[in-house]
């Protein structure tokens, strides 16, 4: 069964550090990599990786998926107190497509 | 466009009582998805479907829960006979055909009393 592994669980950073989320996967036959951001609704999709597509950039947030490690980063520079949210991340494997979620890792700015 | 819809956003039902969930997904998408987010875990894939087709159920649990994506209309999550441990905020995402990136709408959070 997939397996999806976030740290660090929370972190708290000061407003401009920058800051970079881990993700840890263990899947048979892997498909895609994705990053969202959930605030207090729906999570919001920033990045979906692939084997094609192993490094992906907007604004300040960036993604790279290391394929050998099996793993992924989320970067963001320059952190404001709107970054402050619930990051998670997810994989598919070819022959289904739901999606398997880490259990997230809370960040919060400070002012 | 319109993203994911969900209605109603929260939902309060007693024990035993049944719950209907809806979703309706962005323009152009035909694959739904849902998933449960209990308190303080992550959210757990449930079921996908395609129009009139449930594809994969291997997350809803084997009794009280169905769901339906019938030809027009919205989603449907149904929940019979509610009990507490069902209270959780209940998420739909769309997709369109041949990509995999879900969208997910606001959730209704299901309260049982």
Not at chain 1, 29 to 47: D, G, H, I, M, V
């Amino acid at each position: 069964e997939d397996k999806v592994v976030q740290s660090p669980l929370s972190l708290v950073v000061h407003e401009g550090d920058t800051v970079t989320l881990n993700c840890s996967y263990e899947v048979t036959n892997f498909r895609s990599l994705l990053w969202y951001k959930q605030e207090k609704k729906a999570p919001t999709f920033l990045f979906m990786l692939t084997s094609s597509g192993i490094e992906k950039k907007s604004g300040r947030l960036s993604s790279i998926l290391d394929k050998k490690e099996l793993s992924s980063i989320l970067n963001i520079t320059a952190t404001q107190t709107g970054d402050s949210a619930i990051y998670l991340c997810a994989d598919t494997n070819f022959g289904n497509e739901k999606l398997t979620f880490g259990t997230g890792t809370r960040l919060t700015i400070i002012p | 466009n319109a993203g994911v819809m969900q209605n109603p956003r929260h939902l309060v039902r007693r024990r035993g009582q049944e719950a209907r969930l809806r979703c309706s997904p962005m323009k152009g998408h035909s694959h739904v998805y849902w998933y449960r987010q209990l308190p303080e875990e992550g959210l757990k894939f449930m079921v996908y479907l395609q129009k009139e087709n449930i594809i994969d159920e291997s997350g809803m649990p084997k009794e009280r829960f169905s769901a339906e994506f019938p030809k027009e209309g919205p989603s449907i999550l149904r929940i019979q006979q509610v009990v507490r441990g069902d209270s959780a905020a209940y998420f739909c995402a769309s997709s369109p055909p041949a990509t995999y990136e879900q969208y997910f709408g606001p959730g209704t959070r299901l309260t049982v009393t």
